[in-house]
């Protein structure tokens, strides 16, 4: 890149100059506080991932299958509406978390925990009585989880939406 930038200065007409310059004992010198303050905010969502993973050990004892992402944890696992007791695991597992995190002194967000449940027959008068303490979670037809709003027909119709009118609004920044 360098050579690149230098041949166009000088193929535009003008003339170049370059200065190398060199630190001496650079790395014996620096101010590790200043080191490691660029990179705790450079390692900061790393080293967050690393301090999370003994929780995978704790959503794997209960079969749920999960996906994380910094601060973000979505758990699924499937739903049978003939069996009561089929989100069992799941509400041990949300217990567990809440212990785990409390010993590692984090906190979960209850009033962000959002719940969206697929492939329910379609019934207007269908109660999510059978989510348990989660019944008040539910948010019917769509939620965002990452950037992403997941709708219960799969159709994605909200998000494509938002990514079109994201991308309208981007573009009349050009004009």
Same mark, same amino acid.
């Given at each position: 890149m360098l050579v690149f930038n230098l041949l166009l200065t000088v193929d535009s007409g003008c003339a /170049? =100059?370059?200065?190398?310059?060199?630190?001496? /004992? /650079?790395?014996?010198?620096?101010?590790?506080?200043?080191?490691?303050?660029?990179?705790?905010? &450079?390692?900061?969502?790393?080293?967050?991932?690393?301090?999370?993973?003994?929780?995978?050990?704790?959503?794997?004892?209960?079969? =749920?299958?999960?996906?994380?992402? /910094?601060?973000? &944890?979505?758990?699924?696992?499937?739903?049978?509406?003939?069996?009561?007791?089929?989100?069992?695991p799941l509400f041990s597992c949300l217990s567990d978390i809440k212990t785990w995190m409390a010993l590692n002194f984090l906190h979960l967000n209850e009033s962000k925990t959002e719940v969206i449940v697929f492939g329910l027959p379609k019934d207007p008068n269908l109660s999510f009585d059978f989510m348990g303490p989660l019944t008040s979670k539910v948010r019917g037809s769509s939620i965002k989880s990452l950037g992403v709003t997941f709708d219960i027909t799969f159709k994605f119709d909200k998000q494509i939406s938002s990514v079109v009118k994201g991308s309208f609004l981007s573009s009349t920044d050009f004009s």
């Open positions: /170049a =100059v370059l200065v190398t310059l060199d630190l001496t /004992a /650079a790395f014996d010198t620096v101010d590790h506080n200043i080191l490691l303050s660029i990179l705790l905010s &450079i390692l900061g969502p790393l080293l967050f991932t690393l301090y999370l993973l003994p929780l995978g050990d704790v959503l794997r004892k209960f079969n =749920v299958s999960f996906y994380t992402f /910094a601060d973000d &944890i979505q758990i699924h696992l499937p739903l049978r509406l003939d069996c009561k007791d089929s989100l069992q």
